[in-house]
């Protein structure tokens, strides 16, 4: 059983020079739009409003770094960081914003030493696309882990779910046990082992 014992907000970075210190191992999670990252987290830490969630895609537009301490299945309580990163994909957004965020989101992957795995969450609605898998690709080139987390899955049947299923794992070249489940109903201990796991 996996137990959140305390989890908290602890800074926002709308910058590369406003990022907290280097620290505990930061967990990253990144989506298009919509995709359900706030959700996602408020959900992982046992939470109904640590990250704020919106039916406004596109609503996050900073780094919001959130502190956790978990105890998995008895052991010893660990500590680390979940980053909700800024989604992509929204065209509301200017090029000139749509700009910054990339490079705020492309300098913290790519040279922030705390970063461990990234969770890439994908709409279990619709195969990745070129922005989910440049997001592989940068992730491999890094050295970083990466877990492929589907969410709302509950918006599918469950023909509708062996099929996308089957479709998103082909385009990240996975095997469907490969893929992390997150829906309202889902389980996320098996999410949290994996992470922790991948985390050491």
């Not at 900073?62 to 502190?67: I, K």
């Not at 918006?155 to 992390?180: M, P, Q, V």
């Amino acid at each position: 059983m996996i137990v959140i014992k305390s989890a908290e907000f602890l800074t926002a970075a709308a910058r590369p020079n406003n990022l907290p210190p280097e620290g505990l191992p930061e967990v990253a999670l990144i989506g298009r739009s919509n995709s359900g990252k706030s959700t996602l987290i408020n959900r992982l830490c046992n939470r109904k409003k640590l990250a704020v969630t919106s039916a406004v895609p596109g609503r996050t537009r900073q780094l919001n770094f959130f502190g956790v301490e978990v105890r998995p299945d008895k052991e010893a309580s660990r500590e680390l960081i979940l980053v909700d990163l800024p989604g992509y994909g929204y065209a509301k957004y200017g090029k000139s914003s749509a700009s910054k965020l990339d490079e705020l989101v492309a300098g913290y992957i790519t040279r922030r030493e705390s970063l461990k795995v990234i969770c890439l969450l994908n709409d279990a609605r619709r195969t990745p696309q070129q922005e989910e898998l440049a997001i592989q690709r940068l992730a491999f080139e890094r050295g970083l882990q990466m877990v492929v987390v589907v969410t709302k899955i509950d918006k599918l049947n469950r023909r509708e779910k062996e099929k996308g299923l089957a479709a998103i794992a082909k385009e990240y070249h996975l095997e469907k046990f490969d893929l992390e489940i997150s829906g309202k109903n889902e389980d996320l201990g098996p999410l949290w082992r994996r992470i922790l796991a991948l985390v050491c």
